[in-house]
T-cell receptor, first 113, second 109 residues
Framework: NAGVTQTPKFQVLKTGQSMTLQCAQD?????MYWYRQDPGMGLRLIYY???????DKGEVPNGYNVSRLNKREFSLRLESAAPSQTSVYFC????????????FGNGTRLTVT | EDQVTQSPEALRLQEGESSSLNCSYT??????LFWYRQDPGKGPEFLFT???AGEEKEKERLKATLTKKESFLHITAPKPEDSATYLC??????????FGQGTELSVKP
């Protein structure tokens, strides 16, 4: 009963390095999301995928790219990390784009020095 | 402008002291309101969905209610294990899901 699984749990990067955050869900959900959570800012949507084969920008997409690899997996890539991207990143999924609740993973804690 | 506001920001209770958390919203058409619990170092955990004014949902010591302008999360006789941050999120027409800033609840024995 894994739900939404994120890897890695922790990561430290130097400015300019790149990395990919991985997310997989086993609930057969259609829609997947990437959020970042910062103190005082709440949860902010980076990118989402309403269904397999589609991706769209959210509130704060700059500096990020995503790939919906298949129905289960949705990855987030930082091409050139900046200190402003230090945050906790959450992946979430839900059955459809409307009305159904999001189910979250336990996050990736990223520090960029 | 679509907006979700939670109050208070922080709430300290003694064990057994019942209280309520508030989530007020202004959105262009409510499709659903969701409550989540978030423990430190964890992702938000889904608690309830409410779809229309007058609806109520209960789970153990928690009861969520919904009006046309706000939702309340009532906590009856809380225990220390209820300590967490509680988030509400509103699904508006047009697909936007808006999260509140959360209420940090601390229950002391």
């Amino acid at each position: 009963n894994a739900g939404v699984t994120q890897t890695p749990k922790f990561q430290v990067l130097k400015t300019g390095q790149s990395m990919t955050l991985q997310c997989a869900q086993d609930m057969n959900h259609n829609s997947m999301y990437w959020y970042r959570q910062d103190p005082g800012m709440g949860l902010r949507l980076i990118y989402y995928s309403a269904s397999e084969g589609t991706t769209d920008k959210g509130e704060v997409p700059n500096g990020y790219n995503v790939s919906r690899l298949n129905k289960r997996e949705f990855s987030l890539r930082l091409e050139s990390a900046a200190p402003s991207q230090t945050s906790v990143y959450f992946c979430a999924s839900r059955w459809s784009s409307y009305n159904s609740p999001l189910h979250f993973g336990n996050g990736t804690r990223l520090t960029v020095t | 402008e679509d907006q979700v506001t939670q109050s208070p920001e922080a709430l300290r209770l003694q064990e057994g002291e019942s209280s309520s958390l508030n989530c007020s919203y202004t959105v262009s058409g409510l499709r659903g309101l969701f409550w989540y619990r978030q423990d430190p170092g964890k992702g938000p955990e889904f608690l309830f969905t409410l779809y229309s004014a007058g609806e109520e949902k209960e789970k153990e010591r928690l009861k969520a209610t919904l009006t046309k302008k706000e939702s309340f999360l009532h906590i009856t006789a809380p225990k220390p294990e209820d300590s967490a941050t509680y988030l509400c999120a509103v699904q508006a027409n047009g697909g936007k899901l808006i999260f509140g800033q959360g209420t940090e609840l601390s229950v002391k024995p």
